[in-house]
Nanobody, 115 residues
Framework: QVQLVESGGGLVQPGGSLSLSCVASGFTFSIYDMRWYRQAPGKERELVAAISRLGGSTRNYADSVKGRFTISRDNAKNTVYLQMTNLKAEDTAVYLC???????WGQGTQVTVSS
C-alpha cells in the first residue's frame, strides 16, 4: 500500500533546530515530486517546501521559511527531509509530507517552538 510516515517532530526553543523525515513505501519514490505542508490551529494549511523528482534539483519554499528551512531527498532511503533552523514560535504546527501526483498524505508530526 502507498504510505508516507513522518517523524522527528518535538519541542524546541526559539532559535533552535529540528529535522523531520518522511519515509515513503508502496510506490517508486524517486520519480515523484514531494512536498511538506504545515497546519497550525486556526490557520489554513500552508505549503512549506517542495522538491522535484529524481535528483531534486528544483526546490521551492514559502516566503515565511525561506533561508531557514531546507528540503532534501535521499532516493536510496525513500525519504524526504525538512531541515529547520532558527525556529520561531510561528513555526509551531503539524507538519505533513505529501506526494502531489499520487495525492497521498502522511499522518503528520507535531513541531512545537516554545520557551
Amino acid at each position: 500500500q502507498v504510505q508516507l510516515v513522518e517523524s522527528g517532530g518535538g519541542l524546541v526553543q526559539p532559535g533552535g533546530s529540528l529535522s523531520l523525515s518522511c519515509v515513503a513505501s508502496g510506490f517508486t519514490f524517486s520519480i515523484y515530486d514531494m512536498r511538506w505542508y504545515r497546519q497550525a490551529p486556526g490557520k489554513e494549511r500552508e505549503l512549506v517546501a517542495a522538491i522535484s523528482r529524481l535528483g531534486g534539483s528544483t526546490r521551492n519554499y514559502a516566503d515565511s521559511v525561506k533561508g531557514r528551512f531546507t528540503i532534501s531527498r535521499d532516493n536510496a532511503k525513500n525519504t524526504v527531509y525538512l531541515q529547520m533552523t532558527n525556529l520561531k514560535a510561528e513555526d509551531t504546527a503539524v507538519y505533513l509530507c505529501m506526494c502531489p501526483t499520487l495525492q497521498t498524505w502522511g499522518q503528520g508530526t507535531q513541531v512545537t517552538v516554545s520557551s
